[in-house]
């Protein structure tokens, strides 16, 4: 897991990526001019190990619960809605067992084609973990949205250095909530996911 500080660089990367959808171009034609400053080349390695403990952390979830098709729905997913009950006698898509309504969770699935999965409660917090891992940009941003929303220099239109007020909010209030999110998931995954059973009963 990187220190704070690197990953600001990577939290920013990926915000300024969002409201300027040049600056990657900007930033690949420096890199193909040799102009890249000293900064942008920390940030780009810092996003490039970001993007490997991303993607370790996710292959460790897909070793566990050998679930690829259930997984793979949730990685092309655009959207999902939880419910806290399920039809009785469902199946959990994790372990096959049957559920009753009260035991397991429903995933309303939203993508290129509408999907329900069925999970025994347990598993929440792993899937909640890969969704998030998978989805990071689109969590953060939705955080960083919703506050937008209620700024009344961003309602008027008022845009200049966006990046750096977000970035700066609270004294980096959410990249901090981000990372702190990150971390506790890294923990899950290399400590408590492994006593999580899959094949036992219910």
């Known amino acids: 897991m990187q220190n704070f500080d690197s990953f600001v660089h990577v939290f920013s990367f990926f915000v300024k990526s969002h409201y300027n959808r040049f ?3 900007h930033i690949d034609k420096a890199i193909r001019e040799n102009t890249i400053d000293e900064d942008t080349s920390q940030m780009i390695q810092n996003v490039k190990e970001f993007h490997t403990m991303r993607h370790q952390l996710c292959g460790k979830i897909f070793d566990y619960l050998k679930k690829d098709e259930l997984l793979n729905t949730l990685v092309s997913a ?4 939880q419910f806290d009950v399920v039809p009785n006698n469902s199946l959990c898509n994790i372990s096959g067992v049957k559920l009753n ?4 969770i429903l995933l309303y699935v939203n ?3 509408a999907k329900c999965i069925t999970v025994h409660k347990r598993y929440k917090q792993i ?3 890969f969704w998030y891992l998978v989805h990071f940009v689109d969590e953060i941003m939705q955080d960083i949205n919703n506050w937008l929303s209620t700024q009344r220099w961003w309602l008027r239109g008022y845009h200049t250095n966006i990046t750096e007020r977000i ?3 609270r004294d980096s209030n959410f990249a901090k909530k981000a990372y702190v999110k990150l971390k506790s998931i890294n923990s899950y995954i290399q400590r408590d996911m492994v006593s999580l059973p899959i094949n036992h009963p219910l």
Do not use: M, Q
Request: aromatic share 10%; hydrophobic share 25%; net charge positive.
């Open 23 to 25: 600056y990657v171009e």
């Open 78 to 81: 655009r959207g999902i809605e």
């Open 101 to 104: 309504a009260r035991s397991g």
């Open 111 to 113: 993508g290129g084609k």
């Open 127 to 129: 899937l909640y973990n």
């Open 167 to 169: 970035v700066r909010h």
